[in-house]
């Protein structure tokens, strides 16, 4: 079932509600939606209430007004948690959705928290990836000089796309600057704080959030245990969905 949560500054937050039992909530990856989490509720309803949601800037949820950081996606968790009344859920996210689970846990009462191929870990960046983001910025003021700022732009957003990442270059201006924001954010202070029991769920040929990101957090959440898959990507739900519908239910049920 469809659902809408009003936010603040006029904002509104699209969920979808489905199945009966103890609430779990599931939180998508960057660049995507509830849809594409969508078999992971289906298998999470056959014992528990699944809110499934489409977090602010993605699907049919509305864009944040300003740049957000994590914290600001956490605290619209806790306004909905608290709105709906839900009380110890299990909490799922992948990717990006995995950045707001683990900040949430840190400091709220919950059953289970489920990591999938979750970001958190700030990313070991490159001497060629220093290289590539300082060429650009240099590009963009020598575009400027010599074409004029309203020519320029055009150019600009040719060397965006083709220097950026793809999540970057989809992005909407505030989305990026908010992408910008967030996947600088190094959560490992919050993981120590986590007092439920985590699952980890990783594809073990995962380039986006790395294994040695998993292993990382294993060793700084209390209670976490790894799971991981061979051949499998960023998304490793997908990749694996038996195996992965195996322990999921093991481990919430």
Not at 78 to 97: A, C, Q, R, T
Not at 149 to 167: H, T
Not at 173 to 200: C, F, G, H, Q
Not at 222 to 237: I, M, N, W
Request: charged residues 25%; contains cysteine.
């Amino acid at each position: 079932m469809e659902k809408y949560l009003a936010l603040n500054d006029g904002m509104m937050l699209k969920y979808d509600v489905s199945g009966e039992g103890p609430a779990m909530i599931l939180m998508h990856g960057w660049g995507c939606n509830g849809s594409t989490v969508r078999s992971i509720a289906d298998i999470a309803a056959e014992k528990h209430t699944v809110y499934n949601i489409d977090l602010p800037g993605f699907g049919k949820s509305s864009e944040p007004v300003s740049v957000w950081g994590v914290e600001d996606y956490t605290s619209m968790l806790e306004k909905f948690v608290y709105d709906l009344g839900i009380e110890n859920p299990v909490i799922l996210g992948h990717s990006f959705g995995g950045r707001v689970g683990i900040l949430y846990a840190s400091r709220n009462n919950i059953d289970k928290l489920i990591l999938v191929d979750a970001a958190g870990i700030k990313p070991k960046r490159s001497l060629k990836y220093y290289f590539k983001i300082y060429s650009f910025k240099a590009g963009k003021i020598i575009s400027r000089i010599v074409l004029g700022k309203k020519k320029a732009e055009s150019r600009i957003e040719r060397m965006r796309k083709r220097n950026g990442s793809s999540d970057y270059a989809m992005a909407s201006p505030m989305m990026r600057s908010i992408l910008i924001k967030v996947v600088n954010e190094d959560l490992k202070y919050a993981m120590p704080s986590i007092k439920a029991p985590t699952l980890l769920v990783w594809g073990e040929n995962d380039t986006a959030t790395p294994l040695r990101d998993a292993k990382v957090m294993e060793r700084l959440i209390p209670d976490a245990g790894l799971v991981s898959f061979p051949a499998c990507g960023h998304y490793s739900f997908l990749d694996n969905p038996y195996q992965f519908a195996a322990v999921l239910r093991s481990f919430i049920n």
